[in-house]
C-alpha cells in the first residue's frame, strides 16, 4: 500500500482576508484527490521552530471559506535564521532552521505550503535551498510582492478602506474640512493608489512619489476658491515629503523588519493647517484594513491559488510559489521572488487615470 501524503500548512506574517480560503482550497483538494494527511502548523514559522501544530481533518477546513483571519494564527516576528530570544534580559537572534529541518522529518512532511508575504515567501527560499520541499502562495494587503500581478487580501483591504473614504467624504462636506485618510502597504502605495481613485481622493500621496507640501495646499486652497470646501486626501503610510523622511510608528525589536509605521497623516495635517487656516483631521484606518471576511475576489483568488499549490504539490514543483499572470496563474521560482518589494511605478496607467480627472499626486 503506498504512504499516505503528509502536507504540512502554515501561514505567516500580518494576517489578511482569504488565508483561509487557500488552507481549506488546499487541504480538501489534496484529502478528496489523495487522501492527505494535513498538518497545520500554527503561529507561522513560531510553530514549525517550536513544535506546534495540529491534524486538519475535512471537517476542520469546512466553513473556513468566508472567515477572515487564519484558523492556524501568525506570527510576523518569528523567522527561522533569525530568532529572537532572551538570554539574562538580552535580545539575541538565534539560527533555529536546523530544528525546522529536523521538525519537518519527525513530521514526515512531505511538503510544506508557506502561504505569506514577501518576508515569509523569503524565509521560504532558503528553507528550499536547505532542502525542504516547500511550496509558496502570496498574500499580503500591501499588494507588493513580486511576481505576481495581484495578491489575496488586497482586494478586501482595497474595499474596506474605499467605504471608509465614502464615509469621511460626508462628514468633510459637512464641516467644510481637510480630511486625511491614512491607508496601510509599507514601502508600497498600491492601497493608497486604488482606494484613492475608487473613493474620489483629490489628492493621493504614495511612498514612490515624495510629496510637495506647498503643492498640497494649493490645491486644497483652488478647490476651496472654487467653491469646493472639503478636500479628501489619501496618504499612504510609507508616503513622505520631499526631501523628508517616513513616520515611524514604532520599533519592534524582535522582527526581522523593525520599523512599523504610520502617523504621516498627523504631520500632514498639522502643516496644512498652518499654511491653509482650514480645519483640518486625520483618519488612520491601520488593522482595519486587515479584518473581517474576505471579498468574492479574495474567496475566489484564494480558492484558485490554494487548488493550484495543492495541484504543485503532487507535481512535487517544490522551490516555487504559485503567481497570478493577467487570467491565469503561474508557477515561478521562489528564488525570483525573494528580492524586496514591488512598488507602484510612476507611469502607472492609474495614476495617468487620475491625473486625467484632476486628481493631485503631491509631486
Ligand atoms: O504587511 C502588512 C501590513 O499590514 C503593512 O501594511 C503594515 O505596515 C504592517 O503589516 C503592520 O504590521 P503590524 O501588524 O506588525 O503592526
Not at 529541518?101 to 524565509?123: E, F, H, M, P
Request: charged content about 25%; overall charge positive.
Amino acid at each position: 500500500m503506498r504512504k499516505k501524503k503528509r502536507v504540512g500548512i502554515l501561514t505567516a506574517g500580518g494576517d489578511c482576508p482569504g488565508l483561509n480560503g487557500v488552507i481549506r482550497a488546499v487541504a480538501k483538494k489534496l484529502i478528496i484527490e489523495q487522501n492527505a494527511e494535513i498538518i497545520g502548523i500554527k503561529d507561522g514559522y513560531e510553530g514549525i521552530i517550536n513544535n506546534k501544530y495540529k491534524t486538519l481533518s475535512y471537517r476542520d477546513v469546512s466553513g473556513i471559506l468566508t472567515l477572515g483571519g487564519t484558523i492556524l494564527g501568525t506570527s510576523n516576528i518569528a523567522n527561522p535564521y533569525k530568532y529572537a530570544v532572551k538570554e539574562k534580559g538580552k535580545l539575541k537572534f538565534k539560527d533555529m532552521s536546523k530544528k525546522v529541518i529536523q521538525n519537518v522529518k519527525r513530521l514526515k512532511l512531505d511538503c510544506l505550503v508557506c502561504i505569506g508575504g514577501d518576508g515569509t515567501l523569503a524565509i521560504a527560499s532558503k528553507l528550499a535551498k536547505d532542502g525542504i520541499p516547500v511550496i509558496g502562495v502570496p498574500k499580503t494587503i500591501d499588494n507588493d510582492i513580486k511576481g505576481t500581478d495581484v495578491t489575496f487580501g488586497f482586494n478586501s483591504a482595497v474595499t474596506i478602506a474605499t467605504e471608509a473614504i465614502d464615509r469621511i467624504h460626508t462628514t468633510a462636506e459637512s464641516h467644510h474640512r481637510v480630511m486625511v485618510v491614512e491607508v496601510m502597504g509599507r514601502t508600497a502605495g498600491w492601497i493608497a493608489l486604488y482606494a484613492g481613485i475608487a473613493g474620489g481622493g483629490d489628492i493621493i500621496l504614495l511612498p514612490e512619489m515624495p510629496y510637495d507640501i506647498n503643492g498640497i495646499a494649493e490645491v486644497v486652497k483652488e478647490r476651496n476658491r472654487r467653491g469646493k470646501k472639503f478636500s479628501i486626501i489619501v496618504i499612504s503610510e510609507g508616503a513622505k515629503p520631499k526631501g523628508g523622511k517616513v513616520v515611524v510608528q514604532k520599533m519592534v525589536k524582535e522582527s526581522t523588519i523593525q520599523a512599523r509605521l504610520g502617523g504621516i497623516s498627523f504631520m500632514l495635517v498639522d502643516q496644512l493647517e498652518k499654511i491653509t487656516g482650514l480645519g483640518s483631521r486625520a483618519v488612520v484606518l491601520g488593522h482595519l484594513q486587515r479584518g473581517g471576511s474576505p471579498t468574492p475576489f479574495d474567496r475566489i483568488l484564494a480558492t484558485r491559488l490554494g487548488t493550484k499549490a495543492a495541484d504543485m504539490i503532487k507535481r512535487r514543483k517544490f522551490g516555487s510559489m504559485v503567481a497570478v499572470k493577467g487570467d491565469s496563474l503561474k508557477e515561478i521560482s521562489l528564488q525570483k521572488v525573494a528580492t524586496g518589494a514591488r512598488t507602484v511605478p510612476r507611469n502607472h496607467s492609474m495614476i495617468q487615470a487620475g491625473r486625467s480627472v484632476g486628481t493631485y499626486f503631491g509631486d
